[in-house]
């Protein structure tokens, strides 16, 4: 069995609220971006369950959360050991959620493979248990998210006539670090009502909250904000923690992005 796990981006990153436990409450718009990790599933016959990766320079550990998936599963469910092939294509430390796109996408195979008849439902109460990113790709459908970014609700946001392009700076954000650096505050604006407004007006009122002290901490990526906007983007934004910032055309666009920038990344027509 192969599985494409695609990338997201947020769009606007309210952080209002450290919570008891060390989480932050957020809200944020999670949207599905057409870049992808390839995933294949083999099931063994005997022997271990093995992880092979492919691509991206990763390094097929024990933490890796495709095998955290594959193990969550297995402490409840009888499963046969597999092999997993992952080429990775999504970088990592950057705010697109592959590792945990990596994370959804085994669970939702590992559900059909071993016709475990796991509901969506239940497939999001286990991702949650992986990362508050994973449940999103669960469903992988456009969701406004609040809580830690589990609970999620559907909504209307169609830019599928926009050209969206992602800009990777040369450095990696752990998520981690990133909300230790930020100060919660409540929102200043509707985020849902502020996605109604004219594309151009979004600039004023959908923020990501991690971008001051991201910025301040790597002014390379605030440089990547700039390019884009200077290259004709209608909106640019770091994504989640960072560090790739997306902007958004109103037309296909090809960059010649220098390489200190970063790399870019446009969107795949996979069909
Ligand atoms: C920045 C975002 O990508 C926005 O979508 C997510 O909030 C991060 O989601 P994620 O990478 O799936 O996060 P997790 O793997 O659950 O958590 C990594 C670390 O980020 C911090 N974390 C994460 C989510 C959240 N709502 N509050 C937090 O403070 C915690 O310190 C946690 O130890
Ligand atoms: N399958 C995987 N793919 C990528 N990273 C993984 C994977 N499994 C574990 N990791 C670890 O998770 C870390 C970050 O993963 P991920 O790509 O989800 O985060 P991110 O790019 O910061 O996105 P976000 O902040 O939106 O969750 C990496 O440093 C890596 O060591």
Not at 24 to 35: Q, V
Not at 54 to 78: F, H, Q, V
Request: with cysteine; proline share 6%.
């Amino acid at each position: 069995m192969i599985a494409y796990a695609n990338a997201k981006i947020n769009i606007g990153l309210n952080i209002t609220e450290k919570r008891a436990d060390g989480y932050h409450s957020l809200e944020s718009i999670f949207y599905p971006y057409p870049i992808y990790d390839i995933i294949e599933l083999h099931p063994k016959a005997s022997g271990m369950t093995s992880l092979e990766i492919t691509g991206i320079d990763l390094a097929p550990d024990a933490d890796n959360l495709c095998l955290r998936a594959y193990d969550l599963l297995a402490e409840r469910y009888s499963l046969p050991p597999v092999h997993i092939h992952l080429h990775k294509q999504i970088p990592f430390g950057a705010g697109l959620g592959g590792g945990s796109s990596d994370a959804a996408a085994l669970l939702k195979m590992l559900n059909a493979q071993c016709a475990l008849g796991l509901s969506e439902k239940e497939l999001c109460a286990e991702a949650s248990r992986l990362g508050a990113d994973c449940p999103f790709f669960i469903i992988n459908k456009p969701m406004y998210a609040i809580g830690i970014g589990t609970d999620l609700s559907a909504v209307d946001l169609d830019l599928s006539e926009k050209y969206i392009v992602l800009i990777k700076p040369n450095v990696h954000v752990s998520t981690a670090e990133a909300y230790r650096g930020v100060s919660p505050r409540p929102a200043e604006f509707d985020l849902v009502d502020s996605l109604k407004l004219p594309l151009q007006d979004w600039k004023f009122y959908i923020k990501n909250d991690f971008e001051d002290s991201i910025f301040l901490q790597y002014p390379e990526i605030q440089d990547v904000k700039l390019f884009l906007y200077e290259q004709g983007a209608v909106y640019a934004s770091m994504s989640g923690s960072g560090s790739t910032v997306y902007g958004i055309f109103d037309e296909p666009v090809t960059l010649d992005v220098p390489d200190e920038l970063g790399k870019v990344y446009y969107p795949l027509d996979i069909g």
